[in-house]
């Protein structure tokens, strides 16, 4: 798994004009995994680009403090799985062209992760610095955000 499946959803959304380019550490996963384990951080950085090669903006990323937590029973399509549930720290600091950073977010994630299917339900809580400047310190906000996924489509 890539460092981009650690970015917030709709933190990339963007139009065909758009590319993005990512460079850095995989996130890694034990082939076994058990409760307790300490899991490796990941750090890597994204590009974003217009197509014509001009830089946009350039997302640093790093994933920290990974922890296999506990294991949850979880129903998905009248299906019952284990998931592992997996919290780690994230931060992201978002540059413009000139380097310099005009956002930074530091959340705690918690992942309950099924192996054969993989995030089935994601809680982000943290703040975020934007507009800041050498100027200012910028705007502050704190946020919780919760996802589940209560069906799969196999196919």
């Not at 963007?14 to 490796?40: R, Y």
């Not at 974003?48 to 294991?71: A, C, E, F, P």
């Not at 339900?121 to 610095?129: I, L, N, T």
Request: negative net charge.
């Amino acid at each position: 798994m890539d460092l981009k499946s650690a970015l917030e959803p709709l933190e990339l959304r963007i139009d065909e004009s758009i590319e993005i380019e990512f460079f850095g550490d995989k996130v890694t996963f034990p082939s076994k995994l058990e409760v307790g384990n300490s899991l490796p951080e990941a750090k890597g950085y994204c590009i974003l680009k217009k197509k014509s090669g001009k830089m946009i903006l350039m997302y640093n990323i790093k994933v920290s403090n990974r922890q296999i937590v506990r294991t949850e029973r979880m129903e998905i399509n009248g299906e019952s799985f284990d998931a592992f549930v997996v919290s780690y720290d994230y931060l992201l600091e978002k540059n413009n062209p000139f380097d310099v950073m005009i956002q930074k977010s530091e959340h705690h994630v918690t992942d309950w992760i099924i192996p054969s299917l993989g995030i089935v339900k994601q809680d982000r809580e943290g703040s975020s610095v934007s507009g800041m400047d050498s100027n200012s310190s910028g705007s502050i906000y704190q946020f919780s955000h919760k996802s589940n996924l209560n069906s799969i489509q196999k196919n």
